[in-house]
């Protein structure tokens, strides 16, 4: 259990837990007690501060609230069965790679960042002009590939795993 004191007012609370989604509440705190007004679950990151909402929660699913205390319930992070699409990675890929993309497969993205589908994750408008490249032949699954690898390491330990890689196969 965590403790946290607020003053009067409205505020912005964020819980987190290994194996759960973060919890965000919007609250306002008085003499007579807590009331809260919104509340959805996603992904923080604390080093940035980033929220990436998932999806929304009523307050009474989200928090027990007995006068001046809240009780908060995470929701459990469930990994997505085989063949499920959770990232724009998994989406490329089925689609038949990179160099597989199609106009009706950008549009389906642009469907989807408009909330008119679901397609098992949030589009990004860098993920629209990601597929148009794909489609123009301007990116290929090696380089969608590379550039997530650089995203997750250091750019030295990357380019050495790539010179060990051309010196395994002798080039």
């Not at 989604?21 to 992904?43: F, H, M, N, P, Q």
């Not at 999806?55 to 995470?74: K, P, Q, R, V």
Request: charged share 25%; hydrophobic share 35%.
């Amino acid at each position: 259990m965590v403790e946290v004191e607020v003053e009067v007012g409205d505020h912005e609370l964020i819980f987190t837990a290994e194996g759960y989604y973060a919890l965000k509440v919007l609250i306002s705190v008085d003499y007579t007690g807590i009331t809260c007004s919104s509340a959805e679950y996603g992904e923080y990151d604390p080093s940035s501060g980033e929220w990436t909402k998932v999806g929304d929660m009523t307050c009474d699913e989200a928090c027990d609230i007995f006068n001046l205390s809240i009780h908060c319930y995470l929701k459990e992070r469930v990994a997505p069965p085989p063949g499920v699409i959770t990232s724009f990675e998994d989406w490329v890929e089925s689609k038949g790679g990179c160099e597989a993309i199609k106009v009706s497969d950008i549009l389906e993205l642009r469907e989807a960042y408009f909330g008119f589908i679901d397609i098992g994750f949030t589009v990004l408008v860098e993920y629209i002009a990601t597929a148009r490249e794909c489609y123009l032949g301007l990116r290929t699954s090696l380089s969608l590939k590379l550039a997530k690898e650089l995203e997750q390491t250091s750019r030295k330990n990357l380019i050495s795993r790539i010179l060990e890689d051309l010196t395994k196969r002798g080039v």
